[in-house]
């Protein structure tokens, strides 16, 4: 499999900053638009402290207003230095998961992934109903490694440098993310694989056991 090799994820990075951009700027509306008797029952003026409370309709829209850039600028501050780790991070040649299954009285089966690739070791568990929990333990072992991370990203930045306007699940499919690129929890194992499949690694057979169940994947 040919992976691109970028320096960095410029256009993540610019697809993120404008969402976050985005964001801000509804917070702003809403809160100019809001009349100072809402705001003072609202949960934005709560972490103001007493002074501040005491200030102006003008002057406290402005603090709250700039207490949520200081926060959004935290959360791109921390994805872009996410960004700068996982290009850095080896390609995978292969990533084998193993899934164990134990029983629990009021869950029922519950599974525990294991998961290896570019030497490291990660794990994701996944416990109670009504959704799907094979998924969600790989997911979590999934997202713990920088390497696999690697995959869809680089994927998804090959696609904004032909389209900036296109979403992860347009360029590389339904359970990678929505707003930055990771693997969903929930979604169903096949998401994950489809994904392997159309990047060209090969997706062997998923073997079950009693209680097992595992699958390598070859790059």
């Known amino acids: 499999m040919k992976l691109y090799n970028y320096k960095e994820y410029k256009e993540i990075k610019n697809t993120y900053k ?3 951009a985005e964001n801000q700027k ?4 809403n809160i100019m638009n809001m009349s100072f008797e809402e705001l003072k029952e609202s949960y934005y003026i709560k972490d103001l402290t007493k002074a501040q409370k005491q200030k102006s309709e003008k002057e406290v829209k402005k603090i709250i207003i700039e207490k949520e ?5 935290k959360k791109i501050e921390k994805f872009f230095k996410q960004c700068d780790e996982i290009v850095k991070a080896e390609t995978p040649k292969n990533i084998i998961i193993s899934v164990s299954w134990a029983k629990n009285k009021t869950w029922g089966m519950n599974p525990h992934a294991e998961v290896w690739a570019s030497g490291f ?3 994701g568990s996944a416990s109670g109903c009504g959704y799907d929990k094979l998924s969600t333990a790989i997911a979590v072992a999934f997202n713990k490694n920088n390497s ?3 995959l869809i990203y680089t994927n998804y930045e090959k696609a904004l440098r032909k389209n900036k306007s296109i979403s992860i699940r347009e360029s590389v499919g339904y359970g990678l993310g929505y707003i930055t690129p990771s693997f969903d929890g929930g979604v169903g194992y096949s998401c994950f694989r489809n994904f392997f499949h159309n990047i060209g ?3 062997n057979t998923w073997t079950e056991g009693k209680n097992w169940d595992s699958m390598t994947i070859e790059f």
Request: glycine content about 0%; hydrophobic content about 35%; aromatic content about 14%.
């Open 18 to 20: 404008k969402y976050i």
């Open 26 to 29: 509804k917070f702003k509306n």
């Open 69 to 73: 850039q200081k926060e959004n600028n």
């Open 121 to 123: 070791y990660t794990v």
């Open 148 to 150: 696999i991370l690697k």
């Open 201 to 203: 690694a090969k997706v």
